[in-house]
């Protein structure tokens, strides 16, 4: 298979990280211990997702509806979304990000956009940056049930782009971005300038490293040109 697609995460990736994720993990802690959830089973130290997930089942435990954990899941995401939409006013675009997308495009390559971010900060950084043109597919945390490292997530780009697992190529600066596209057997490519570090990158599946988003038009190129030799369970050096 030939790379035909890539897929990008937003935060770290694309635009400067800069969200204060551990007042949004606080804020939403003490919003679910409001809730009813034990104090002693929720830790600042996890994500809200994971937090989520905890309180899924724990409103299934206590046999509350379907309804009041919606509930509440929307008003942890409106915490989220609110820290995320104030960060993206003062962000940045990444080095070489113009420059990298408008290549992929005249390669005549699929680009995707699977980000673990609300819709509305996502498409605020697009339309700010003038950058939305160039995605052909765009997938918020909204458009799905389970975020990344789910895999319900990628596969929801995939599905819109049109490709096959093994026909695209995943860029990401976090772990949950390698664990995913390592777990569909995509081909995984750590850019540690955001949450992780190198390490933490190649332990959690990235087949390569790269220090600039400028590097990956000659990482696909390379591969392209012996398609059908690439190695999923390649690490990167």
Do not use: W
Not at 14 to 43: M, Q
Not at 69 to 85: D, G, N, Q, T
Not at 97 to 123: P, Y
Not at 164 to 181: F, L, N, Y
């Amino acid at each position: 298979m030939v790379v035909k697609a890539v897929v990008f995460d937003l935060d770290g990736t694309l635009a400067s990280f800069n969200v204060d994720y551990r007042t949004v993990r606080a804020e939403a802690r003490s919003l679910l211990i409001r809730a009813g959830l034990p104090p002693s089973i929720l830790s600042i130290n996890e994500s809200i997702f994971e937090m989520l997930k905890k309180t899924e089942i724990f409103v299934k435990n206590n046999g509350q509806s379907k309804e009041a954990f919606a509930e509440i899941r929307s008003k942890v995401l409106a915490i989220a979304e609110k820290h995320e939409l104030d960060a993206a006013k003062t962000t940045s675009l990444l080095p070489g990000v113009l420059e990298t997308l408008q290549t992929l495009k005249q390669m005549r390559l699929k680009i995707g956009l699977c980000t673990i971010n609300g819709e509305k900060s996502t498409n605020y950084i697009l339309k700010r940056f003038r950058i939305t043109k160039f995605f052909d597919s765009i997938t918020p945390r909204n458009s799905v049930k389970y975020v990344k490292p789910n895999t319900e997530h990628l596969e929801a780009t995939l599905k819109a782009l049109d490709v096959k697992p093994e026909e695209i190529m995943v860029a990401g600066d976090s772990r949950v971005d390698m664990k995913c596209a390592k777990e569909l057997k995509a081909i995984a490519v750590g850019l540690p300038t955001g949450v992780s570090s190198p390490k933490e990158l190649i332990d959690s599946g990235a087949n390569y490293l790269i220090t600039s988003l400028t590097d990956l038009p000659n990482l696909i190129e390379n591969i392209n040109r012996t398609p059908g030799t690439f190695d999923p369970s390649r690490t990167a050096d």
